[in-house]
């Protein structure tokens, strides 16, 4: 598997994107980072997530929408630990996997392996990458707030776009997947 170094991508001029700068371009499922990050286990991201809105309400810093610089990192079952998830922030620790932008139609995708005997996120190309074209990724991310899905304007310009870089669930729609177990 060929991987690609930081000579072959550049920032994106609106500062957040990664963009191909391979002549030839970036095959399909290729391995192109990880995703770095520090790492949480549930109880204490949502400790974590208590502390920052406390301070955000204290000092009236509240954002209509909340950072997402992580991602969750699912242990499988068949893991000695047995299945977990783990969340991955890369809002103090990053790398390039982790500047990918948001798309609607994506490139590249996010899945857990094993390296080195260890669980981690690889972001891998899902389809040819053309030469000047951004590495973005579909963030899946969910709210059930209507206020914030409204304020998730997205703006990756795909013709599939859906509008918001939020998937929105109802509380029946959240009560329908626990339905199926």
């Not at 490139?107 to 891998?124: C, D, E, H, P």
């Not at 206020?147 to 918001?164: D, K, N, Q, V, Y």
Request: hydrophobic letters at 30%.
């Amino acid at each position: 598997c060929l991987q690609y170094g930081l000579d072959m991508f550049k920032i994106h001029p609106k500062g957040t994107g990664i963009i191909c700068t391979d002549p030839d371009g970036i095959a399909p499922h290729q391995f192109i980072s990880e995703y770095l990050g520090d790492i949480y286990p549930p109880y204490r991201w949502g400790d974590r997530l208590d502390v920052e809105e406390q301070a955000q309400t204290k000092y009236s810093m509240k954002p209509t929408l909340p950072d997402f610089y992580n991602i969750l990192l699912e242990r499988p079952r068949q893991d000695p630990r047995g299945y977990g998830l783990l969340f991955v922030d890369a809002s103090q620790k990053s790398n390039m996997g982790s500047s990918c932008s948001h798309s609607c139609d994506a490139n590249t995708s996010a899945m857990v392996v094993a390296r080195n005997g260890k669980l981690t996120i690889a972001l891998t190309t899902t389809r040819h990458v053309y030469p000047g074209e951004e590495l973005t990724m579909d963030y899946s991310a969910m709210t059930t707030s209507d206020i914030e899905w409204r304020a998730a304007i997205c703006l990756c310009g795909s013709p599939h776009c859906r509008g918001s870089f939020l998937h929105y669930a109802t509380q029946d729609d959240l009560q329908q997947v626990m339905n199926q177990s």
